[in-house]
């Protein structure tokens, strides 16, 4: 059993899509686990490139289950879009099951997202207005839908009936905002069930079992990052669901005792989008000189990303909460024209000294705190030649190892551009063998 979970280590954005694609290939079943389409998840084939927001990007190959499960939360409209395009280009979806489990996004929820986003609210959390938050609170209180509510109508009524009262109270003296009549909602509701019918995968947890008992290659994709987990990230700077290795289990339905690694994707740097600490942030033109050669600007939302050195701290903290057995590193060759290469060690308090090696969790203490860096000579050449992480120039091996050091797990995989083929890959989890 080599079931194989890849994690965003970092505030999302890691390349992650990349690394489950390349995984795809050798695995039966690809399983989406959480979040929604605030997700961007670009793949490059053949000079083609995809973008992926609720879709497994597995879809690529027409041999694979491709699984939405149901710590996800799907908005219909945008989910129809993602489809469509995707059959326009020639991709079939044959294969594609959406959980009859998966929550899903109302319009209301967009409203407030907006609204919660735009109002005077003093502490803005940037998100992708994409009602996520709204969602999924309506899941944890019990108001919400699931897709498979669409299919009976007598119980939709009735559900309806229960969420709507509360929620245009909600959405006329809070939010002051557009109410929804039951008629409204039921005339959507039919819609959604249409747009998902040809998806919905009702024998889920037969699929599932048998694939366990005949041991398929599972490969759960997460979505944004660790540092972005309701629970464990910078709350309440965070999306509102599990990304970390956890969120595997309780979102796919495929417990933890059939999960055996768990990749953590991080950037050779860091990037955040939305507010929140971010201890390396660099606001100076080094942080642009990152932008611009790493296109650090949103997929989803176009936002430039706010960047800085990679912090060792923070991915400490990750492999812990994360349950990460190995990482792989992206975008290294974003690096290639620095001189000099900060790595952060630990955290500093500037009132009195007081050094932090394990990540702080109570983010009001890092308005005190500092970085406390190394420097490392960057490799100034192109990476392009390399065919395996040993072919790498020295000190770029020299850069990969210590971060191995300070991040306690080995690195099995280094991103050195966009292309499926600029992956150098020292162990696939779903090959057996040590490739280099
Ligand atoms: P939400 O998920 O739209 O509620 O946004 C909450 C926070 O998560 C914001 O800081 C967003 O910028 C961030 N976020 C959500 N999805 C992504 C993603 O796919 N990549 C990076 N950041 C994300």
Redesign the pocket.
Known sequence: MNNTVVVGAQ???EGKAKITDLLAEDADIIIRYQ?GC???HTVVVNGETYKFHIIPSGVLYNDKICFVGAGTVIHPESFKKEAQELLDRGVSLSSLKISPLASITLPYHIDI?GISETSGKTNK??????G??PTYSDKIGRYGLKIQDLYDEEFLNKRLDDILPLKNAALEKVFNSKTYSKEEMLKYCREYAEIFRPYVCEDWVKILSDALKHDKKILFEG???IM?DIDYGTYP????SNPIGGGAGTGSGVGPTNIKNVIGVTKAYVTR????PFMTELLDETGDKIRNIGGEF?T?TGRPRRCGWFDAVLSRYCVLVGGLTQMAITKIDVLNDFDELKICVAYKDKRNGKVYEDYPTNINLHNYLEPVYITMEGWKQDLNGAKSIEQLPQKAKDYLKKLEELVGIPITIVSVGPDREQTLMKENPFKTKVLI
């Open positions: 505030w999302g954005d979040g605030n997700a961007g997202d959390i940037g998100t992708t207005k994409k996520i938050g979505a944004q990052g972005l700077y965070v999306t509102s989008v939305g507010e929140g949103g989803t």
